[in-house]
């Protein structure tokens, strides 16, 4: 099979495509310039897609003996992407940047351009299984990926590999440093990989410019702080809200909604965040799109619990989930990534969280 393995410059994707070329695969490597200034992306083990990266990317398919392409996707990375996450905050919303990059960038506008040049498959280095065309978790729980690819259809995921679903990151490590791979210790990535210095509220403050409000408590409608954007508060966040004064009860306050049109920020206790159901846009499904109503597991954020609900659909063509127990910090624009045990069945945006008590407590 001709196989195009995206090299990122990480350890993950450089064992992926190994393992590619091992199962006889006719492979060619292509790293992905995603920015005009790659020096800028990349400060420690933030962000990735640097000129370091793509050196690592290149000295593996050295090692590995495959032909090493780079590829400049850094115009669409940046309308489909970045400007999407500005826009996304820009109206109140919570957008993931890695769900967007992998349906937009890596298994559309990559894998459209490969199956053009005539290659079977992309591989990539995702913690995720594919077992007969079905996305599964991976079998590392702590570095499983299956959240972020859950936007991706069946004929997407039918021209997929993830050769290290089955494996555990040590593994990984050990097996690169036995191949003789260079990043075998480089450190992994985190956060938003075009926001090297991890400070997304400065980054966003730079693109939108100050629009000062105010942040308002939710049971007594007082005004208790101000902000100079409200689109550097998340659902959830109690770090940064900087309020004058304590809550009645002398609890924390925890960011509630976020209104960019009246720029208010509004706050109230843990148990206010408390969630019962959402109400998502219409569905991908990563196979034939379920019965519905039906039991389903689904996970509301990147590195959050799974927990049961039950999905049914909507007149407006989208979905409603109602939760088996409360879920705290979900926030418009995030993904709700739905399973049946550990295969991934689908994913939905969603649009609004309805507050309240558990299903569970309800009955």
Known sequence: ?????????????????????????????????????????RSGARGCCSLEDARDARRA???????????DVAERFGREVVEDFVAEYAAGRTPNPCIRCNERIKFAAVLDRAVALGFDAVCTGHYARLVDGALYRSRDAGKDQSY???????????????????????????????????VA??????????????????????????????????????????????????????????????????????????????RTVTVGTAADLDVSSVSTGRPTWCGPAPALPRDVVVQLRAHGEAVPASVAAQADGGLRLALASPARGIAPGQTAAMYDGDR????????????????????
């Open 148 to 182: 972020v690819l859950a936007v991706l259809a069946p004929w997407q995921l039918a021209r997929a590999l993830f050769p290290l679903g089955d494996t555990v990151k040590a593994d990984v490590r050990r097996e690169a440093a036995a191949r003789g791979l260079g």
């Open 1 to 41: 099979m001709k196989v195009l393995a995206a090299l990122s410059g990480g350890v993950d994707s450089a064992v992926a495509a190994a393992r590619a070329v091992d199962l006889g695969h006719d492979v060619t490597a292509v790293h992905l310039a995603l920015s005009s200034t790659p020096a800028a992306l």
């Open 185 to 262: 210790d480089k450190p992994d990535s985190h956060d938003v990989c075009f926001i090297a210095d991890g400070d997304t509220a400065g980054w966003l403050r730079s693109h939108l410019g100050s629009q000062p409000g105010p942040i308002v408590d939710a049971r007594s409608g007082a005004v208790v702080g101000a902000h100079d954007g409200a689109y550097a508060f998340t659902v959830g966040q109690r770090r940064g809200l900087k309020i004058g004064r304590p809550a009645a009860d002398g609890r924390p306050r925890y960011v509630l909604d976020v209104s960019p049109v009246t």
């Open 344 to 363: 991934v069945l689908g994913s939905a945006t969603i649009e609004r969280a309805v507050a309240g008590r558990s299903v569970e407590d309800n009955s």
């Open 61 to 71: 398919a050295d090692v590995l003996g495959i032909p090493f392409y780079v590829w």
